[in-house]
């Protein structure tokens, strides 16, 4: 069968577990309403016109064409009068006709816009896992995001399926079946479950490629569906690993589908992409080799953080304000870690209506983890390239690593004055370990613009809590 001998590759029983629109469901739920039916979104922000859509409900995505994220002015209402959006329509060449209208206005009017509400879903995905550990040990799961995990379910198939004359096939969907239901039970969240005899991979190609569109919501990809179902995969950009840029460099070799792949020659795919090009040309013929028990973890070459700021950001000094609190933070991290960084890089988007491209610009500096220089450096990067505009998302990364111990002398250092400045950092960041960040904050925290106390309330970059927000009429 094709290019590989399947019967010398190595065999598992996986399960590949998603929440159905996680985030959208659990606030269904928490509402008392069908997550499957129900049109609601949850917007980050819904107050202004740049609202960022984190989820949505299955029915808000058929009604208005959307994915999970977008922005709230790409749709067709407006989110406050809940009115047809004549604008968005012309831009995406949408229809204007009366009906049309009616039917968006009708959806927007029972439409829910709800705040993200981060703590509540992070109980709602201790409460899966607890399921999932029912069936498998810790080491037998991998969280892939907050609502997806891998379950290798090998060890288990036996014990929860004990019946001897069915196949294994049968056995894993018996019990994927099973998990589904019990998470439904706890959570009222409906999963969507691609299994496999054979491999995380192909797990992972059944959720995305079958799984989702069947009415039980469940479907096995193994060995001896690679050349009916991984090779009819219609678009390079459906499989896992094949963006857009990759997609249009395996055109240029006359690759325009997953069998054109499969059965290229894999050394032309090493020479055009490197190692990448084999793993390419495996996966495609649903050959792969990892272990849930053992994931790869890459290794770690930098800190940052980045945030998209509430609003537009026009003064030079306050977008500086944030850019300063962002180092201070990301300094406090590699204090933590006991490195020092050699090079500082920071990222400046701007507002859609500035019409000006990014900023993006780096450094080399001498090995630091001192707060104050750290900032310095920020600062002066900003000030060597931004020449005005309104900023929306701002990001600083410290790279390049060495122990903290390393250091550069100079006979010009103050060594008694660095030593202080060591001693007050450590100090602080002792304090603020114990009692939180907001213990120990510099003045500058008062100011209308400084991001650093409410940062620090959010998990995930969103809201902890706090129902309510835009509910449109139910």
Same mark, same amino acid.
């Given at each position: 069968m094709g290019n590989i001998q399947y019967d010398k590759e190595p065999k598992s029983d996986i399960a590949f577990i998603d929440m159905k629109s996680f985030y959208a469901s659990v606030e269904c739920v928490e509402r008392g309403l069908h997550p499957l039916y129900t049109s609601l979104c949850v917007m980050s922000r819904a107050d202004n016109a740049n609202g960022l859509i984190l989820a949505s409900s299955p029915t808000f995505k058929k009604v208005f064409g959307k994915d999970n994220v977008g922005r709230s002015y790409d749709l067709p209402f407006n989110i406050q009068t809940r009115r047809f959006n004549y604008y968005v329509a012309k831009r995406q060449n949408l229809p204007t006709n009366r009906e049309y209208v009616r039917f968006i206005e009708s959806w927007a009017r029972k439409t829910l816009i709800v705040p993200p509400r981060m703590s509540l879903y992070i109980e709602k995905n201790m409460i899966i896992h607890d399921i999932l550990q029912n069936y498998a040990p810790k080491e037998e799961i991998l969280p892939y995001s907050i609502d997806e995990s891998f379950i290798d379910l090998t060890r288990s198939l036996d014990y929860f399926a004990k019946r001897k004359n069915i196949s294994r096939r049968a056995k894993l969907d018996g019990i994927s079946e099973q998990i589904q239901r019990e998470i439904w039970k706890a959570t009222g969240v409906f999963s969507t479950v691609g299994m496999s005899n054979a491999n995380p991979l192909l797990a992972k190609l059944a959720l995305d490629n079958e799984a989702k569109y069947t009415p039980n919501m469940r479907a096995n990809w193994s060995y001896e569906d690679v050349e009916t179902k991984v090779w009819n995969i219609k678009k390079l950009t459906d499989f896992w690993g094949i963006g857009r840029r990759t997609a249009i460099r395996l055109e240029r070799m006359k690759i325009y589908s997953i069998r054109d792949l499969a059965n290229s020659n894999p050394e032309l795919l090493k020479q055009e992409f490197g190692v990448i090009g084999l793993q390419l040309w495996f996966h495609a013929n649903g050959v792969d080799e990892s272990d849930v028990r053992y994931p790869y973890k !890459? +290794?770690?070459?930098?800190?940052?953080?980045?945030?998209?700021?509430?609003?537009? $950001?026009?003064?030079?000094?306050?977008?500086?304000?944030?850019?300063?609190?962002?180092?201070?933070?990301?300094?406090?991290?590699?204090?933590?870690?006991?490195? @020092?960084?050699?090079?500082? !890089?920071? &990222?400046?988007?701007?507002?859609?209506?500035?019409?000006?491209? &990014?900023?993006?610009?780096?450094? +080399?500096?001498?090995?630091?983890?001192?707060?104050?220089?750290?900032?310095?450096?920020?600062?002066?990067?900003?000030?060597?390239? $931004?020449?005005?505009?309104?900023?929306?998302?701002?990001?600083?990364? #410290?790279?390049?690593?060495?122990?903290?111990? #390393?250091? =550069?002398?100079?006979? =010009?250092?103050?060594?008694?004055?660095?030593?202080?400045?060591?001693?007050?950092? @450590?100090?602080?960041?002792?304090?603020?370990?114990? =009692?939180? =960040?907001?213990?120990?904050?510099?003045?500058?925290v008062l100011k209308e613009n400084s991001r650093s106390k409410a940062r620090s309330q959010l998990i995930g970059g969103h809201a902890a809590g706090g129902a309510g927000g835009l509910d449109g009429l139910a």
């Open positions: !890459a +290794k770690s070459t930098g800190l940052g953080n980045s945030q998209v700021l509430h609003k537009d $950001y026009y003064k030079q000094s306050d977008i500086e304000l944030v850019l300063s609190e962002m180092a201070e933070q990301v300094a406090i991290r590699l204090r933590k870690a006991h490195k @020092k960084t050699t090079s500082v !890089a920071i &990222s400046i988007g701007f507002s859609h209506t500035a019409e000006r491209s &990014s900023i993006h610009v780096q450094r +080399k500096v001498d090995p630091t983890q001192n707060t104050k220089v750290l900032i310095g450096h920020v600062i002066s990067l900003f000030r060597s390239k $931004y020449n005005g505009g309104a900023v929306r998302n701002i990001a600083v990364r #410290y790279n390049n690593f060495v122990d903290e111990k #390393y250091a =550069f002398i100079s006979l =010009f250092d103050n060594f008694e004055q660095v030593e202080k400045e060591e001693t007050l950092e @450590k100090t602080i960041d002792d304090v603020r370990e114990r =009692f939180g =960040f907001l213990s120990v904050q510099r003045a500058t």
